[in-house]
C-alpha cells in the first residue's frame, strides 16, 4: 500500500525533515540582544519541556551557559547548543493510514517502513548523497519494540562552521542515529548528530561499529529521560 499523498504532505509540514529544525540565532535580530526567546508549542517549566499533544515530557538536555536553546513546532521538538548537542524529537500521531500499515505489517516492519519511506527519503531529497546504513538494529524489548538507524548526510552537518582547524578540502559526512517507536498511538523518532565525526574529524577515528555504539547509548539515554503520556481516552479503555 502506498502512503496517501495527503497523509505525506501533512508530514512534511508539521516536522519533516527533522534535521531542518533550526534554532533562532542571533543573526535574526542583531540589533536588540535583549529580545525574547521564540513562542513555543509546547512548555517550558524550569528545566522540563513537554510536548504540545501533552504525550511526553522531558528534561531539557542543552545548558544556556553553552548556547542551549529549544525550538518547537506543533509535532517536533529540537535542543541544541553551541558545541556538542543537536537532538529532535518528532512524535506524530498514527493517522487511519499509519495504523493500517502498523496493524498490517507489524512493529519492526512498520518501522523500517516508516524511516525509509518518510524519514529518509525526505532527507534525500536536501542532502544529495545522503544514505541509510544497512546496520539497522530491531530491539524488541526496549519500548515494546524500536529501530535504531543510522545515516550519513553529506554536507549535513548542523556543526560544519566548527570544523577543527582548517575547513575540510570537501563537506564533511555528518551521521545521525535515530530511534523509532510508538508509544501510546503515536510514532516517535529520536534523533541525534554524532558531533565530534566533525567538529573533531581529524583525530575522531572511531570505526563504523563503534560509531553507532556511542550513538546508540546517547540515543536511548535521551529516550531513557522521556516520560510518556498516556491520553485521557486511552486510559479510560
Not at 552537518?157 to 564533511?172: D, H, R, W
Request: glycine residues 6%; without cysteine.
Amino acid at each position: 500500500m502506498k502512503f496517501p499523498a495527503r497523509a505525506l504532505l501533512v508530514l512534511s509540514l508539521v516536522g519533516l525533515p527533522l534535521a531542518a529544525q533550526t534554532t533562532t540565532t542571533a543573526t535574526e535580530d542583531q540589533t536588540d540582544t535583549s529580545a525574547a526567546p521564540p513562542q513555543l508549542y509546547g512548555q517550558l517549566t524550569g528545566d522540563l519541556y513537554t510536548a504540545p499533544s501533552g504525550t511526553y515530557q522531558i528534561p531539557v538536555p542543552v545548558l544556556p551557559q553553552l548556547g542551549g536553546t529549544v525550538s518547537d513546532t506543533a509535532n517536533t521538538v529540537t535542543f541544541d547548543d553551541d558545541f556538542t548537542t543537536h537532538i529532535s524529537i518528532f512524535a506524530f500521531p498514527l493517522s487511519r493510514e499509519l495504523k493500517w500499515e502498523y496493524d498490517t505489517r507489524g512493529t519492526k516492519d512498520f518501522l523500517a517502513w516508516f524511516f525509509t519511506n518518510i524519514v529518509m527519503a525526505d532527507f534525500a531529497k536536501r542532502f544529495p548523497g545522503a544514505s541509510m546504513e544497512d546496520n539497522g538494529l530491531f530491539l524488541p524489548k526496549y519500548q515494546d519494540g524500536s529501530l535504531l538507524v543510522y545515516m550519513l548526510l553529506p554536507g549535513g552537518s548542523y556543526f560544519a562552521n566548527q570544523a577543527m582547524i582548517l575547513p575540510p578540502p570537501k563537506p564533511l559526512v555528518a551521521k545521525r542515529g535515530n530511534i523509532l517507536f510508538v508509544k501510546y498511538g503515536m510514532i516517535f523518532v529520536v534523533s541525534t548528530e554524532l558531533t565530534e565525526r566533525v567538529t573533531e574529524h581529524l583525530i575522531f577515528n572511531k570505526t563504523p561499529a563503534e560509531e553507532d555504539q556511542i550513538l546508540r547509548q546517547r540515543l536511548t539515554a535521551i529516550v531513557d529521560k522521556m516520560r510518556f503520556i498516556k491520553p485521557a481516552t486511552e486510559a479510560k479503555d
